[in-house]
Every structure is written in structure tokens, then in C-alpha cells.
């Protein structure tokens, strides 16, 4: 019971300081974006805040074509509710352009870029939730999921400014909501959710089950699919082959780590077609169904691996169509087009 105890007050703190980060960044930029120090700024240089707004579009367009590309359109959508920060923004530009007139055609540009980095902020968010509950569906932790994600990055410093000036605050806070989105929708599509072969029938579900030698009651850590000799055998999400040969008790083996701790192994094969190191994405030829190893009979044994545990391998393969579209929408943002074909979701 204490242990769960101090887990609880610990996942509390962590939230309570996450909160208290954006709450402060909020309230740094309700400062900066606030009429007065926008007046004032314009007062002290023209020149300067011309020089500020351009490199401001260069950031805006830098971060927008890393992580959203052509869907930067679909934010300007007339028809989309004005926020209220976005309102506020509205007069406080009327503000300054009567107070200083010689700046209204620059106010009207910051408060436009302004403008479009809050809507880029919501649809970020919008994805990142959609992500969230897709990810979630698999029966896995999108935070958790995420912190191995983001520990897996690394190089060298390179400073995105010329000069030592802080990020605007609201184009931090837009990068950090375009950055959590990529880091879900990264992991989403590392999570395996296409069929491993091109069969329905079940012989053997995962969990407690009769040894098919022995009679003797025994964990079976995946699912059993029978099938064709020779049916094509396919990677469920994209990875790296890890594994391809021989496996004591499994046969003719194919192993994919997809990152995250996730983990796919295909076993029994009668042929492997791909080779350790080697890159792929999902739904590719990784070998042929056979009877290798500790088999009854023709049939793929397909596992899902968290971490080194086998879990039930059946969330992924019953995904709803709600969380493939989510996956494909993830897919087309980061990679291109979607491939048709064997490429389920």
C-alpha cells in the first residue's frame, strides 16, 4: 500500500510542476503580447520590430514545415471559432494603431502571425489528444510511451536564433505543442496494428493453454495463426529486423523492434526473406508460414513484447477503425502518401 502511495504523490508533484511550467509560460506571454510593451517596443524602433516580426516568420515558417507541412492551410479555416487570447490580440492591435499610427501596418502583421500560431497551437493539441487516445486503445501509457521515445535524441547545440533572444513565448509554446505531438504520432506509428498474415483462423490464443506435446498446462505468450505453407508472413508495423534465423523452440524466427520497448516475433517460418539490421516498413515480406521448431503443424506464432514481456497481442490486431485513421493521418503527415496494399493501418 505505501508503495503505491508514494507512486501516486509522485505522478501528482510531476503533474503539479508540468502545470506550473505552462502556467507560467502563459503568463509570460500574456505579458509580452499585452498593449503596452507592444507599444512600447514600436515607440523605441521601428526598424528593430520590422527585424523581430521577420525573424519571427522565419521561425514560424521553419517550425511549420518540420512537423506539419501542407497542412498548414487547413489552420485558417474561416469557419473556425475565434479564441479568446486571439480576440485580445484583435484589440489590443486597434489600440496601438491608434496610439501609433506609424505602426499600424506592423501591428496588424504580428498580430496576424500572432494569430496563426495560436490556431497552428489548437490543431497541434487536437492531434496530440487523438494520438493520446489512440495509443491508448492499444493498452499502452501515451506518457510512458513517449519519455522513451524523447530519451532516444540526441547532437550537437545549434542555436536556432543569431542572436542571445529568447523564443517569443508564443511560438514556444507553439513549438512545444508541435513537438508533442510529433513525439505521440512517432510512437503511435511504431505500434503494431497490421495483420501478420493474410489469414482469419485462430488454432491458439494467447494465455494459459494444454501443451500441444505434453498435455501439461503452459503459457502460450502469443497467438497461433494457421494457415497455407509458404503464405506470406508480414511485418505488423514498421522497424528493424533484430532477429532472423534460427530460435530454440520457436523455429525459423523473425524479430522487429519498432522502438519504444515494443518488440514483434514471427516464428515457425518455413523461409525468412529479410536480414538482421535491415530497415522495413509495415506490411513487408518477412518470410514464409511453415512448421519449425516446437510445431505441430503449419502455422505462424506471432508475439507482441513490451520491454522483454509478452503481452496479449490481440489489442493491437482489433484496432478500431477510429484509431487506424488516426495512425493513416499520423502516417501522411510524417512520411507522405499512405501505400495501399498490405499497409492496413
Known amino acids: 500500500m505505501t508503495?503505491?502511495?508514494?507512486?501516486?504523490f509522485a505522478m501528482m508533484i510531476n503533474q503539479m510542476t508540468i502545470t506550473g511550467e505552462r502556467m507560467a509560460l502563459a503568463e509570460k506571454e500574456?505579458?509580452?503580447?499585452s498593449t503596452e510593451n507592444r507599444v512600447a517596443a514600436y515607440k523605441q524602433s521601428i526598424e528593430g520590430v520590422a527585424a523581430d516580426l521577420q525573424q519571427r516568420q522565419d521561425a514560424i515558417e521553419q517550425i511549420s514545415e518540420q512537423f506539419i507541412g501542407d497542412e498548414i492551410a487547413n489552420t485558417n479555416d474561416p469557419d473556425q471559432e475565434v479564441s479568446e487570447a486571439e480576440q485580445k490580440l484583435l484589440e489590443n492591435t486597434k489600440k496601438i494603431s491608434s496610439a501609433f499610427p506609424a505602426a499600424a501596418q506592423l501591428a496588424e502583421i504580428e498580430a496576424r502571425q500572432i494569430a496563426f500560431a495560436y490556431r497552428l497551437t489548437r490543431a497541434a493539441d487536437a492531434r496530440t489528444a487523438n494520438a493520446e487516445a489512440a495509443i491508448r486503445e492499444f493498452g499502452l501509457n501515451p506518457d510512458k510511451m513517449a519519455k522513451s521515445s524523447s530519451q532516444n535524441i540526441g547532437g550537437p547545440?545549434?542555436?536556432?536564433?543569431?542572436?542571445?533572444?529568447d523564443l517569443h513565448p508564443t511560438l514556444e509554446r507553439l513549438a512545444n505543442a508541435l513537438q508533442r505531438m510529433d513525439l505521440l504520432e512517432r510512437t503511435l506509428l511504431a505500434i503494431p496494428s497490421g495483420m501478420p498474415a493474410d489469414i482469419k483462423m485462430i488454432s491458439s490464443g494467447y494465455g494459459y493453454r494444454r501443451d500441444p506435446f505434453t498435455g501439461g498446462g503452459a503459457m502460450h505468450s502469443g497467438i497461433d495463426f494457421k494457415g497455407p505453407h509458404g503464405a506470406a508472413i508480414l511485418a505488423a508495423a514498421k522497424g528493424k529486423i533484430t532477429h532472423a534465423g534460427w530460435k530454440s523452440g520457436y523455429g525459423k524466427t523473425v524479430e522487429i523492434t519498432h522502438g519504444?520497448?515494443?518488440m514483434t516475433r514471427y516464428a515457425h517460418l518455413s523461409r525468412i526473406t529479410v536480414a538482421r539490421g535491415q530497415k522495413i516498413e509495415q506490411g513487408a515480406n518477412v518470410g514464409k508460414m511453415g512448421s519449425t521448431g516446437r510445431s505441430?503443424?503449419?502455422?505462424l506464432?506471432?508475439?507482441v513484447r513490451l520491454n522483454g514481456?509478452?503481452?496479449?497481442?490481440?489489442?493491437f490486431l482489433e484496432a478500431n477503425n477510429n484509431v487506424l485513421k488516426v495512425k493513416a493521418d499520423a502516417?501522411?503527415?510524417?512520411s507522405g502518401p499512405i501505400k495501399s496494399g498490405a499497409d492496413r493501418g
Do not use: M, S, Y
Open 3 to 8: 508503495i503505491w502511495l508514494l507512486i501516486t
Open 30 to 33: 500574456a505579458e509580452v503580447n
Open 157 to 165: 547545440f545549434i542555436p536556432f536564433f543569431k542572436t542571445d533572444d
Open 260 to 262: 519504444n520497448g515494443l
Open 296 to 299: 505441430t503443424g503449419t502455422h
Open 301 to 303: 506464432h506471432f508475439e
Open 309 to 315: 514481456k509478452a503481452i496479449n497481442p490481440r489489442p
Open 331 to 334: 502516417r501522411q503527415r510524417t
